[in-house]
């Protein structure tokens, strides 16, 4: 006669061991979204040893863009950064592309993420508040169509997400809300856990849609003239996309304003339910990566200027985060990898 350890163990056994086995699922797609994060800094190393990037221009022109509209003390030490950077340009820009393909690989490898992930947070958080200018937010007309909050912000908080939590406190990872037993994202594995990541999700676009109210972003020519302008550099079928697309919106800036501000909060305000949370995130990702190809040229990787593929990559990689898993119908009456006979 041959029985099964899990027909031994009754239901209850089963269901205990059903959040753990979620547990797991939800670790290994934490540490694959960590390791496509490490991609995206390899991507950026690549983009940085660009040979234009290695001239004075590059500082000088990444922190005068930067430095608009900025509080004082920032400003000043903007022009310090600066100064320094482009008495050395060869060094320093060698030395930021070494230290970026060390964060990439660092957190490809498992064994040094655990260096990498801090390490990449407080870089990210240093280009954006002085190679970004906190991600221009001082700046009038910033908007999430030419690139806010900032690409850099948005390497931080993944990392900060994908933060894996300690072994002693996994049995943190599967408290979530009531009627969510089936679903369970990356983020749950991580640091901050799943409802704290959707909340970030949701500040970070209801806070692009209240940019929305900005006055120059309720000027008629500024949608249609930002997808004009970013043609600049960009191959002739690019910029042809670039151009039709502003014609189609230029004198309509204050009706895209509108528009984009609406959908904008109700992409965050809708994660927070679970009934809504997956059109949420299909919303975000397509509303990103049209903005990632029509307002910012995904960083205009094809100029040979860019610094990194811009927000779109960054937005569908948190949405991979807080989305919504479901185990399948025989995930709880699984049977063991042992059997006993």
Known sequence: MTTSVASSRGPLADAQAAPTRGRSAAARSRRRLEMALGALWLLDAALQFQPSMFSKSFFADMFGMANMGLPGPLTSAEFRISDLLTAHPVAWNAAFAALQVALGAGLLWSRTARYARPASIVWALGVWVFGEGVGGMFMPGVSALNGAPGAALLYAVAAIILWPRRAASHAEDARLAPGEDDQTPAAAAGLLGARVARGCWAVLWVGLGLL?????????????????????????????????????????????????????????????????????????????????????????????????????????LLALTVWPRRQSASAGTSPPEGWMT
Do not use: C, K
């Open 212 to 316: 929305e109210l900005g006055g120059a972003n309720h000027a008629a020519v500024v949608p249609g003239a930002e997808m004009t302008n970013v043609a600049d550099g960009e191959p002739s079928w690019l910029a042809w996309l670039n151009h039709q697309a502003g014609h189609l919106f230029a004198g309509h800036g204050a009706g895209f304003a509108l528009v984009a501000g609406i959908v904008e909060v109700g992409i965050g305000l809708a994660v927070l339910h679970p009934r809504t949370r997956r059109p949420a995130l299909i919303g975000g990702i397509v509303l990103a990566v049209l903005y990632g190809l029509f307002g910012q040229d995904f960083g205009g990787l094809l100029t040979g200027d860019a610094t990194d593929p811009g927000t779109a990559p960054l937005f569908v």
